[in-house]
């Protein structure tokens, strides 16, 4: 089963593409429920929200020790969350990913856009739409982040380990391809279960 943490943001569209992979998925809100899950999702939305709810649950500790075995996938604000080190000290972000981010580093809403970009994973190169929204720049990456995809110079797909974080919103546009890669293919976690 993959959770999804359900604090703010679009939690519930990345629900639907992991049940379209076939996965048992759960809404998660409590740090309790972290036991019941073999991945985690942290969904966009916005990252000061996300982070004043998890502080106000406990929920830092509980997700940093998850992580410790278990995969995670962070998309834009998601992936703030992931960081060690960013722009913004209204953020507890959680030191998952050894990457430093500049959020909002594309402009306001009105400055949001949607690209192609190409992807390298597994050894395949994959060619998917990216919507960026208000999206982060991930200005600094550490030696054991391996970058899997750039737009115009800037890095966009970064995995550590068995975690991945994308700069931008994968599930805006019903792509699979990254939770497929990160929960079935990286981790093979069992549908059935
Ligand atoms: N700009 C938002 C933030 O900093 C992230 C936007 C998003 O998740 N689409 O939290």
Redesign the pocket.
């Known amino acids: 089963m993959i959770g999804v943490l359900a604090l703010q943001?679009d939690y519930s569209k990345h629900i639907e593409i992991l049940q379209m992979l076939n996965f048992k998925t759960m809404e998660i809100r409590y740090p309790k429920e972290l036991s019941l899950i073999e991945g985690l999702v942290i969904p966009?939305?916005?990252?000061?929200t996300i982070s004043d709810l998890m502080a106000r649950s406990n929920f830092h500790s509980p997700i940093k020790t998850f992580a410790k075995k278990k995969p995670i996938l962070g998309t834009?604000?998601g992936l703030?969350m992931m960081s060690k080190n960013l722009s913004d000290d209204r953020i507890k972000s959680l030191d998952i990913l050894d990457i430093s981010v500049d959020?909002?580093a594309y402009g306001r809403q009105i400055d949001s856009f949607i690209d192609q970009i190409e992807v390298s994973l597994n050894g395949k190169q994959n060619n998917v739409l990216a919507p960026f929204?208000?999206?982060?720049k991930i200005n600094k990456v550490g030696k054991n982040v391996k970058i899997l995809s750039y737009y115009k110079n800037e890095p966009v797909v970064v995995k550590q380990g068995h975690h991945l974080g994308l700069a931008f919103?994968p599930e805006l546009v019903n792509t699979t391809l990254f939770h497929k890669y990160i929960f079935s293919e990286q981790f093979e976690i069992s549908h059935a279960t």
């Open positions: 943001g966009g939305g916005e990252s000061t834009c604000a703030i959020r909002n929204i208000r999206a982060p919103h």
